[in-house]
């Protein structure tokens, strides 16, 4: 009898230790449990620990997709210390909410995120705070069969005309000009945005996003045409609507198409397709509309402190830690990404990131992604526009007037 | 020394017999209440409001019925559940003729029936992705048929006129299996005295099925029609594994345009996911009222 009441008060008194949680606790939720994102990841958080080693680190990896339906119970009921999430747009419902602390602070007095980080603390602020610190984003573009190009004798396109006239002589060569999956529909979404951007610039990227151009506008109607005249001189492969990103490498690692409007990450995806790196090229997505400066996609993706948090100091001393040049050269390059630190060394032998770091670096203005700048109900509903137009350009009009209809409810 | 407790236990001894059902029913009788009930309430209630999961709610009164009413998408998706309903009923007769032709007595009988039984076994999720592989116009059996005969496969989920029709024909080879198993417990318990009676008044084929022994298959029938109707107004895993609602919308179906409109990713419209889930309930409810008053007449009788 003694050594049971023993034993429950020894088992009552380590649960009561494990649920307290000590000042040097830190309780982190990651949302990406790919080899390599995972062992960045991890690899920055032993970081931190040897540099505090006061601190006590909690790791959960959850999967991405889990992870989106998940913050929002976690936010609000057992918030962690940090959380993984995405800027722009994507945080603005938790920021409404107050559920994301305000790290303004943060952001003013550590001298490192001051000063590297110019480009990119737009789309970290939202009411003129700042409310999270990225650790890494990605170039989009153009991504074709190097190979394929050279056997036909294709330059690397520089204008619009070019890639239109690489596509013609693809099509005579019984290759597709472009691969796409768009069954999740945010495929559509990254060729819409190079095309508006092309044609328009971002301003008015920025605009439509924001709700203060109709897509009725004639400068998205221009934007639309240019998109028809890419459909029909430049077709995509068939069956589109039923594949996702990854089941549209296929015609591309078997050589049935020849380009793939894509964000960076593709290039591991083609490489396990069993693509080389001298049969992958990269280039941007050409001009269109001579003279406008060039913009970019390069979505980030960023750490952020929930506002029920316990453990504050140490998140904010844990993202100050994660935005130093090192850390974020160091995780980037095991992932194959650009390190949203400016003054961050970049992966040199890697040479889709050399191309990717020149074209983000040299850009006029960096949008986060059609799906991330627009409202997730106006976002929706625009990509399902983009794919009915891809595969019933006849019916732009009603389209185009229904997504109107979408914005006008959405921006009220 | 006088028992206090005695006057009430007297008037539980007394009442036993009206106590003891209520006392078996309260566990299932609160856990209805809290997971059916309340819920159907509180969607109600939720559907007259704006709110995204997190923030304040904001009363917009009938506005969000107003908007579905004025939505392409809804209509879409009411059409939709309407073909998945007529289509889906197909599973009830097909189940019979399975059924009919299993019902012999032949060596490794039991070995076909649970052949024929499989699909019901496996989870939607893995029928839908079998579909998706046949379908596939590149790889898929489908496209590969096609292709014999020289032709260029369609995208049957891909294409908005096919794509609804590609996925209840994947759903119904479950439903199927489903009413072909009703159908068999159903055969086992025809009387054969009845048959036998037929047989001597020189009914045989298809005279036989009909007035012999489709009217002692009712309560399966019954029943076949129940699950099937259900089966097919909430239509979900299906439409989520194969086409997620797509191409642009055009295979929805009310389950998961609320899902869409509620939880997914682009959502979180709480009152209006819930504005269509109360013109689902009441949908569901016409059926589910005439299928009481059906088990109703045939209680009395």
């Known amino acids: ?412 | 020394m006088p028992d206090p407790a005695l006057p009430q236990r007297n008037w539980l001894k007394a009442n036993r017999q009206r106590v003891a059902p209520w006392v078996f029913l309260a566990p299932a009788i609160v856990f209805f209440v809290i997971y059916v009930i309340a819920p159907i309430f509180q969607s109600m209630w939720f559907s007259f409001y704006a709110w995204d999961g997190l923030g304040e709610k904001e009363w917009v009164g009938m506005a969000n019925y107003v908007e579905l009413f004025d939505d392409d998408r809804f209509y879409t998706s009411l059409k939709n559940n309407i073909i998945w309903l007529v289509l889906y009923l197909l599973a009830v007769p097909a189940g019979l003729m399975v059924a009919l032709f299993l019902n012999q007595n032949i060596a490794g009988m039991r070995f076909y029936k649970s052949m024929f039984f499989f699909p019901f076994v496996f989870s939607q999720v893995v029928v839908g992705l079998i579909f998706t592989w046949f379908y596939n116009p590149s790889f898929g059996i489908v496209g590969k048929v096609w292709e014999f005969f020289g032709a260029s496969a369609p995208s049957i989920l891909g294409d908005e006129r096919f794509v609804t029709y590609g996925i209840i024909f994947a759903g119904l080879w479950p439903q199927i299996a489903y009413c072909m198993i009703l159908y068999l417990t159903g055969l086992n318990n025809v009387s054969s005295d009845q048959i036998e009676a037929g047989r001597l008044d020189g009914a045989r084929g298809f005279r036989m099925l009909r007035h012999v022994i489709l009217p002692q298959l009712w309560p399966a029938t019954f029943l076949a029609i129940v699950v099937t109707v259900i089966g097919a107004l909430r239509s979900f895993d299906m439409i989520a594994i194969m086409t997620q609602g797509g191409p642009y919308g055009t295979s929805n179906v009310l389950s998961y345009f609320m899902f869409e409109q509620a939880l997914s990713e682009y959502g979180f419209r709480m009152g209006y996911g819930s504005a269509i889930a109360v013109i689902l309930f009441f949908i569901m409810l016409i059926f589910i009222s005439y299928f009481l008053w059906v088990m109703y007449q045939d209680e009395k009788r």
């Not at chain 1, 001051?114 to 170039?139: C, H, L, N």
């Not at chain 1, 005249?229 to 609507?241: G, I, K, P, W, Y």
């Not at chain 1, 986060?368 to 625009?382: I, N, S, T, V």
Request: negative net charge; hydrophobic residues 40%; aromatic residues 12%.
């Open chain 1, 1 to 412: 009898m003694m050594t049971f009441k023993t034993t429950m008060t020894g088992l009552c008194a380590s649960a009561l230790m494990a649920g307290a949680a000590g000042a040097g606790d830190l309780v982190i939720n990651f949302d990406d449990p790919g080899p390599a994102p995972k062992a960045a990841f991890e690899a920055a958080v032993a970081a931190f620990e040897a540099a505090n080693p006061d601190v006590n680190v909690t790791a959960n990896i959850n999967d991405r997709e889990a992870h989106k339906t998940a913050i929002r119970n976690f936010l609000s009921a057992d918030a962690p210390d940090i959380t993984a999430w995405y800027p722009g747009n994507r945080m603005a419902p938790f920021v409404d909410a107050g559920l994301f602390e305000d790290i303004s602070d943060l952001w003013a007095s550590d001298p490192n995120l001051s000063t590297s980080f110019e480009a990119i603390k737009p789309t970290m602020s939202r009411d003129g705070k700042q409310w999270g610190v990225p650790y890494s984003y990605y170039q989009w573009g153009v991504y074709f069969r190097a190979d394929i190009f050279a056997d036909n004798g294709i330059e690397k396109p520089a204008t619009w005309d070019e890639m239109l006239g690489a596509c013609d002589t693809l099509k005579s060569a019984g290759v597709t000009p472009f691969t796409i999956g768009t069954k999740y529909l945010w495929t559509a979404a990254g060729v819409f945005d190079y095309l508006n951007l092309r044609t328009n610039g971002y301003e008015v990227h920025n605009a439509l996003t924001a709700g203060e151009i109709a897509y009725t506008d004639d400068r998205i109607r221009a934007t639309f045409a240019n998109w028809n005249t890419m459909l029909e001189r430049c077709s995509f492969v068939d069956n589109h609507a039923t594949m996702s990103w990854q089941d549209a490498l296929a015609p591309f690692a078997q050589g049935e198409a020849g380009m793939y409007v894509m964000g960076n990450f593709a290039v591991a995806a083609m490489k396990d397709a069993g693509l080389t790196d001298d049969q992958i090229g990269f280039f941007q997505f050409p001009e269109i509309t001579p003279g406008l400066p060039r913009a970019e996609e390069a979505p980030a993706d960023a750490l952020f402190i929930p506002s029920g948090a316990k453990n504050k100091d140490d998140a904010r001393k844990f993202l100050a830690f994660i935005a130093q040049p090192d850390i974020q050269g160091e995780w980037n390059k095991e992932i194959g990404q650009l390190p949203p630190n400016s003054k961050a060394e970049i992966n040199l032998d890697d040479k889709f990131i050399v191309q990717g770091f020149e074209t983000v670096s040299t850009a006029s203005g960096l949008a986060q992604f059609y799906d991330r700048d627009a409202p997730a109900e106006m976002a929706k509903g625009g990509m399902e526009g983009f794919q009915e137009f891809m595969l019933k350009p006849e019916r732009l009009d009603a389209i185009l007037k229904r997504l109107d209809k979408i914005q006008e409810r959405v921006y009220k």
